[in-house]
């Protein structure tokens, strides 16, 4: 009887080990539970090939075992993607989830323009010509562009990284009017309109009370704003 009992105890632990075996092969080895599709979301203007180019996943791949962090890091690696996530969804979809980065300013030294984003990152360099000619082979967004007067563009540089700032955080009302700006120092932003206006605009601090108070003066015949101080605003 107890040789039964221990014959029948280790054919169960075989077929429990042959089942865990199999599974381990299913989920670890096997093509079944593979990468069958490399989904992207959150792309706008970059290709999504191209996407799935960088992410470099061979289909089949058992998806348990992509590393994750190092596709993150390999889509990361596109000057045009911000951030980005990368997620596991079963059985077989691999999902690249991406924020490009954004046009934000042009900045013309030297006959050319640099478009650059809200962190100083360099977008594209088209040569001056070519942003005054709209049927030429410029990105529209970029001929829409505010200028950002400066002689030597240096993302570090404390006026510069202010004046990004400024812009970035600007409301779509005020930010569609904006034609120039420019930043002798961190505190010093000021913003030229496209009706030839200037708004001081000072720090990149307390954007909404400025951009409130700025709504409201702009329907004011003048011609300069000051709102560095929310809290005490000069008309001129």
């Known amino acids: 009887m107890r040789k039964n009992v221990l014959w029948r105890t280790a054919v169960a632990t075989l077929l429990a080990g042959g089942v865990v075996a199999v599974a381990g092969w299913v989920v670890f080895l096997s093509p079944v539970l593979g990468v069958r599709e ?4 959150g792309n706008q203007r ?4 191209q996407i799935r180019h960088a992410a470099a996943v061979p289909p089949d791949t058992p998806l348990v ?23 596991r969804e079963w059985p077989g979809t691999l999902l690249i989830s991406v924020v490009e980065r954004m046009p934000l ?7 050319r323009t ?11 360099l088209v040569d001056a010509a070519d942003t005054a000619d709209p049927a030429g082979a410029v ?17 570090a540089d404390p ?18 009017r904006v034609r120039q700006v420019s930043a002798a120092s961190a505190e010093t932003v000021t913003l030229t309109l496209a009706d ?23 329907r004011e015949n003048a011609m300069t704003f000051d709102v560095s101080s929310p809290d005490v605003v000069t008309v001129k």
């Open 105 to 111: 300013v042009a900045v013309p030294i030297n006959g």
């Open 38 to 41: 490399v989904a992207v979301i």
């Open 139 to 155: 990105d529209p967004v970029t001929l829409r562009l505010p200028e950002l007067k400066t002689n030597r563009f240096d993302p």
């Open 159 to 176: 006026g510069i990284k202010a004046a990004l700032a400024v812009l970035a955080s600007l409301p779509e009302s005020i930010s569609r």
């Open 196 to 218: 030839g206006r200037t708004v001081v605009w000072g720090g990149p601090e307390r954007t909404g009370d400025k951009a409130r108070i700025l709504t409201t003066l702009l």
């Open 65 to 87: 075992g992509v590393d994750t962090d190092a596709v993150r890091a390999r889509v990361a690696a596109l000057r045009a993607v911000e951030s980005v996530t990368v997620d």
């Open 46 to 49: 970059l290709p999504a090939e």
């Open 114 to 124: 640099t478009v650059v984003d809200r962190f100083g990152v360099v977008l594209d």
